[in-house]
């Protein structure tokens, strides 16, 4: 098994936001718009589908469309990282081998649940990975967000990193995530291969001290967010504090404020996308709440106000 020191993807893999038209049909035009800049902004990877991609707003045939539409497109110039998330285990099997036929690098899966209520035990949660592992022959990653209402401790990530051969890269985003991390990548060693921060990057400083190496954050300002990586893992601590400290007030209002649709509003800013609307029935960002994000990022000068 491929080593914590050596793994087969780190740095920054942004989830790729889902472009509409005004009427609410897929934009496959400033969809690869989208997936140029971000890939030309020195994203290390990407990640598609995902809740910021707005993936619980798709239809089964739109998902199959972009992620066939997306991948021939990058055509391996980087890693593409596929959510697979379902709460059936034939269904969510069923995906994530669609991805892989079509060239997914690896998949993204939350635990099984549906709504605020409905939710497995550990065995179950187990059996579902491990049914996805021996159908799979690409990297699973396992998403731990506050979305799923599904505690996960870090015993048990590590457990199932150890005993499950393609669970390898989990993605923390739950409160603690450094302490997580730690005690994860404690626990389950060499198995541990993707030790990743998330949650726009809010807490992306205090998890690469805990080990992190890897961030999937946003998609709107990758080349703000990868020169942190590079620095820290390049043993330059203080440079790496340095550019945290000035991209925090966009991270910080991604996190907090414009949420999922900030990526959107930056590429409808800069052109790179004709339309920057949710589907419906997601309200679009408040208008103030969209003039202080461009007001952020102008003095910040990110690629994707000037890449068009």
Same mark, same amino acid.
């Given at each position: 098994?491929?080593?914590q020191?050596t793994?087969r993807?780190?740095?920054i893999?942004?989830?790729?936001?889902?472009?509409?038209?005004?009427? *609410?049909?897929?934009?496959?035009?400033s969809?690869k718009?989208?997936?140029d800049?971000?890939?030309g902004?020195?994203?290390?990877?990407l990640c598609i589908?995902a809740?910021?991609?707005?993936?619980?707003a798709?239809?089964?045939?739109?998902?199959?469309?972009?992620?066939?539409?997306?991948?021939e497109?990058v055509?391996?110039?980087?890693?593409v990282?596929?959510?697979?998330?379902?709460?059936s285990?034939?269904?969510?099997?069923?995906?994530?081998r669609k991805a892989q036929?079509? *060239?997914?690098?690896?998949?993204?899966?939350?635990?099984p649940?549906?709504?605020?209520?409905?939710?497995?035990?550990?065995t179950?949660?187990?059996?579902?990975?491990?049914?996805?592992?021996d159908?799979?022959?690409?990297?699973?990653?396992?998403q731990?967000a506050?979305?799923s209402?599904?505690?996960l401790s870090?015993?048990?990530l590590?457990r199932?990193?150890?005993?499950?051969?393609?669970?390898?890269?989990f993605?923390?985003?739950?409160?603690?995530?450094?302490?997580?991390?730690?005690?994860?990548?404690?626990?389950?060693?060499?198995?541990?291969?993707g030790?990743?921060? *998330?949650?726009?990057?809010?807490?992306?400083?205090?998890?690469?001290?805990?080990?992190a190496?890897?961030?999937?954050?946003?998609?709107?300002?990758?080349?703000?967010?990868?020169p942190?990586l590079?620095?820290?893992?390049e043993?330059?601590?203080?440079?790496a504090f340095a550019?945290?400290q000035?991209?925090?007030?966009?991270?910080?209002?991604?996190?907090?404020?414009? *949420?999922?649709?900030?990526?959107?509003?930056?590429?409808?800013?800069?052109?790179?996308?004709?339309?920057e609307?949710?589907?419906h029935?997601?309200p679009?960002?408040?208008?103030?709440?969209?003039a202080e994000?461009?007001?952020?990022?102008?003095?910040l000068?990110?690629l994707?106000l000037?890449?068009a």
């Amino acid at each position: 098994m491929t080593t914590q020191r050596t793994p087969r993807y780190r740095g920054i893999f942004p989830v790729v936001p889902t472009t509409f038209t005004e009427s *609410g049909a897929l934009d496959l035009d400033s969809q690869k718009r989208a997936v140029d800049f971000m890939i030309g902004a020195g994203s290390d990877g990407l990640c598609i589908l995902a809740n910021f991609s707005e993936q619980f707003a798709l239809a089964d045939e739109e998902r199959e469309l972009l992620t066939r539409s997306i991948l021939e497109h990058v055509k391996g110039a980087v890693p593409v990282i596929v959510t697979t998330s379902h709460y059936s285990t034939d269904a969510c099997i069923e995906r994530s081998r669609k991805a892989q036929s079509m *060239g997914a690098s690896m998949v993204m899966v939350m635990p099984p649940y549906h709504g605020a209520t409905f939710r497995v035990p550990e065995t179950q949660i187990f059996e579902f990975y491990a049914r996805l592992s021996d159908a799979v022959t690409i990297p699973v990653m396992i998403q731990d967000a506050p979305a799923s209402g599904t505690a996960l401790s870090a015993t048990f990530l590590a457990r199932m990193a150890r005993e499950i051969e393609q669970v390898s890269y989990f993605k923390i985003e739950t409160p603690g995530a450094a302490a997580k991390l730690r005690e994860l990548i404690r626990l389950g060693g060499d198995a541990v291969e993707g030790p990743w921060d *998330g949650e726009e990057a809010i807490t992306l400083f205090a998890d690469l001290n805990a080990g992190a190496t890897g961030s999937m954050t946003g998609g709107g300002f990758p080349d703000g967010i990868r020169p942190i990586l590079t620095a820290f893992h390049e043993g330059k601590r203080d440079e790496a504090f340095a550019h945290y400290q000035r991209w925090l007030p966009l991270i910080n209002h991604e996190n907090r404020q414009a *949420g999922l649709l900030t990526a959107k509003a930056l590429m409808k800013e800069g052109g790179i996308i004709a339309c920057e609307s949710p589907r419906h029935p997601l309200p679009a960002m408040h208008p103030e709440t969209r003039a202080e994000l461009i007001d952020i990022a102008r003095r910040l000068d990110p690629l994707v106000l000037r890449w068009a």
